[in-house]
């Protein structure tokens, strides 16, 4: 066996169910599930919040401590460096442990780094090195809990309503990257941006609420054989470094997400300083990325459908990547509507690709191979993101901001189109399964 801890992906002591299927359940589906409904809400909320975050944070900085360039820039990457550290060992540790006490613990961790903040510009002692431990904290509650997460899932839905389910999901993932950055400005326009963080901490308190209500039992991570942390790592990564599809899209996804950090990272000081709007105008600016990727969810599948899965991504990113060449175009007045189809075409392509991609994973890695590909990716997809920000941070300060992210929006749309020279457009649709060497 080559886990070291075999654990169940049946419920168990599920409550009885009046049907087996949406249809028979009625309106709202899955959502009528109570375990499935508090999970979903829990994590619905918590999305909201983190997207809230994602404003108000850099807003903290510029307009509270009057950060540098490169302070906002550095901030921005604190966030992903876990992802960078600890992702690896992170999913050895997760599989050798029950997950929902996980799960509350990162839920209190997160809450009490972020009411801290305000706690702190009320008292008049807040800091920018508080603002980093925040965020490096932020980030290694993030990793765990998204890694326990992932593992805690099947065990509240049944197989038969895991697609419905993650669909649900994936689209509330979407409308709270909608509705956020609106909600940060009107909070950070209000009340300040310090304050617009107690959103992200109350929506920790309500997902820690959720989780404690569901009724399901956790089985117990059963033992199989005793191996050392460091083994269940290399398999992982090696497993990718001799897959053609995996190696790439691993690498790829790495340098998208590269260039997409180092944009990000500048986005919120571009519209501040460089445009001059106000943190209300930020929030909706943002917004469009939000309504990029509700677009992009929706169409993903229907794209897979109509071109094959491998050409379906390769539209994806061909067809969407370079319109990023509008962010760094953008001027006052009218000329912000540059910076809306920016950020919503290119984030309705990314979407579009990570659910083909999605699904792809998930048919094509091995059951008992798919934690640790999971965790081996994203170490390499997020660790990449902090690099992005810093570099961004570097460069801004020497050349400026506006120039900066035509480097970035540059870079995003080549590495792109790069994608259209690997194994994935040799025929219409991805594999289903791995070749025989290597599985």
Known sequence: MLYGYAISSEPVNRPPRSGQDAATRGFGGLLREHDFRLLWVGETTSNIGTAVTTVALPLVAISVLHASTFAVAALSAAVWLPWLIVALPAGAW?????????????????????????????????????????????????????????????????????????????????????????????????????????????????????????????????????????????????????????????????????????????????????????????????????????????????????????????????AAAPFGLLVPLTRGGAGLALIYAGLFITDAGITAGNVIQRTFAQNYVPRNMLGRISATQSSFNYGTMPIGAVVAGAVATTIGVRSTLWIATAVLAIVGSALYYSPVRRNRDLPSAPEPANS
């Not at 890694?147 to 689209?171: H, W």
């Not at 979407?174 to 109350?202: E, K, M, N, V």
């Not at 590269?258 to 460089?274: D, K, Q």
Request: overall charge positive; proline content about 3%; aromatic content about 8%.
């Open 94 to 318: 997760v599989d050798r442990m029950r997950h929902r006490p996980v799960l509350l613990i990162c839920d209190a961790v997160s809450m009490a780094l972020f009411v801290s903040v305000p706690i702190a510009a009320w008292a008049g002692v807040l800091s920018l090195w508080q603002l980093f431990v925040v965020a490096i904290g932020a980030g290694i509650s993030s990793v765990f809990f998204r890694t326990a997460y992932n593992a805690y899932l099947p065990n509240v839905i049944a197989p038969a309503d895991r697609s419905e389910g993650n669909g649900k999901i994936a689209a509330s993932q979407s409308a709270a990257q909608l509705i956020g950055p609106g909600i940060a400005g009107l909070i950070a326009r209000a009340f300040g941006a310090a304050t617009a963080l107690l959103a992200d901490a109350i929506s920790f308190l309500v997902s820690a609420v959720c989780l404690l209500r569901i009724r399901v039992v956790e089985p117990k991570a059963a033992i199989s054989e005793r191996r050392r942390l460091r083994d269940d790592v290399s398999d992982g990564v090696r497993y990718i470094a001799k897959d053609p599809y995996l190696r790439v899209l691993t690498v790829w996804g790495g340098l998208v997400n590269f260039a997409y950090s180092a944009r990000e990272a500048l986005l919120v000081l571009f519209l501040v300083r460089t445009i001059g709007v106000d943190s209300r105008t930020v929030g909706w600016v943002l917004t469009a990325a939000g309504l990029g990727g509700i677009a992009g969810a929706a169409l993903g599948t229907t794209i897979a459908r109509r071109f094959g899965t491998a050409h379906g991504l390769l539209l994806c990113e061909l």
